[in-house]
């Protein structure tokens, strides 16, 4: 015969019940936090990482030279012509970023923009695994989730739902 003994008055009320209570408070609270402003701001903080990057490797509309000469001697890219892939890092890194703040192919972008980051952390600075790791977490909450409430995509959806 298993039977437990009721729980006392002291039990329910003591220290822990109300941590109990504040954790569960704690939990709601965090709960109610809308996937629209995770979702808005993982684009937003990952678009400007990678734009300001695209900033760099250029002069008005020119590729710098010393982007080239990155690409040729300090990155090791297997596989591509370091200047084909300067001009495709250079490209995509104005590109995706623009879209993300618009939310306009957000899963594509996020995906383009964490191949980019898997190749910076293995071919180019793999010691940078604690700052890529926190770009990759922002770009799988886009990838898995979407891109939110406050996107091109969520309208594009609602008209295709729509039918109109």
């Known amino acids: 015969m298993n039977t437990a003994a009721p729980a006392s008055p002291a039990a329910a009320s003591g220290p822990l019940a109300l941590i109990r209570k504040s954790v569960n408070k704690w939990v709601c609270l965090c709960e109610m ?3 629209a402003f995770i979702a808005l701001l993982a684009r937003l903080v990952i678009a400007l990482v990678f734009f300001k990057s695209a900033r760099t490797k250029v002069d008005g509309f020119s590729i ?3 982007t080239f000469f990155l690409f040729e001697n300090e990155y090791d890219l297997p596989l591509i012509d370091p200047t084909l892939a300067a001009y495709l890092a250079t490209i995509a890194e104005h590109l995706f970023p623009v879209l993300l703040v618009i939310g306009l192919a957000s899963r594509f972008s ?3 923009l964490l191949i980019m980051t898997l190749t910076i ?3 180019v600075y793999p010691g940078a695994y604690n700052l890529h790791g926190l770009w990759a977490v ?4 886009i990838l898995a989730r979407g891109p939110g409430l406050l996107s091109a995509d969520h309208l594009i959806k609602q008209k295709f739902r729509s039918g109109n």
């Open 33 to 35: 936090i809308p996937h």
């Open 64 to 66: 710098k030279d010393s």
């Open 110 to 112: 996020a995906a383009a």
């Open 121 to 123: 952390q293995i071919f």
């Open 138 to 141: 922002a770009l799988l909450i």
